[in-house]
């Protein structure tokens, strides 16, 4: 019996990621402008935004830390969704 393909026609919309060709700078400056530095701070406990926060210093710390950049994933896409 031959096998059955099972690849999607190329005019089929595929399934994709929610974060997919958004830029972690783009998600910090959208969660600024959304909540400010001070709720930021209170949502998510992270000293990137509670102390001297920047953009700058925030992406430094949030590229090291895979914890703290799925807190601010998730909290975008929250967002996004409230915005809707």
Not at 44 to 65: D, G, M, Q
């Amino acid at each position: 019996m031959p096998k059955k393909d099972v690849a999607q026609p190329m005019n089929e919309p595929q399934a994709r990621e929610p974060l997919h060709g958004v830029t972690l700078e783009q998600i910090v400056k959208s969660l600024v402008e959304f909540y400010g530095w001070d709720e930021l701070g209170k949502c998510l406990e992270v000293k990137c935004f509670t102390l001297n926060p920047s953009v700058k210093s925030s992406l430094k710390f949030l590229r090291k830390t895979p914890w703290a950049r799925k807190k601010v994933e998730h909290l975008y896409l929250a967002s996004k969704k409230s915005d809707v």
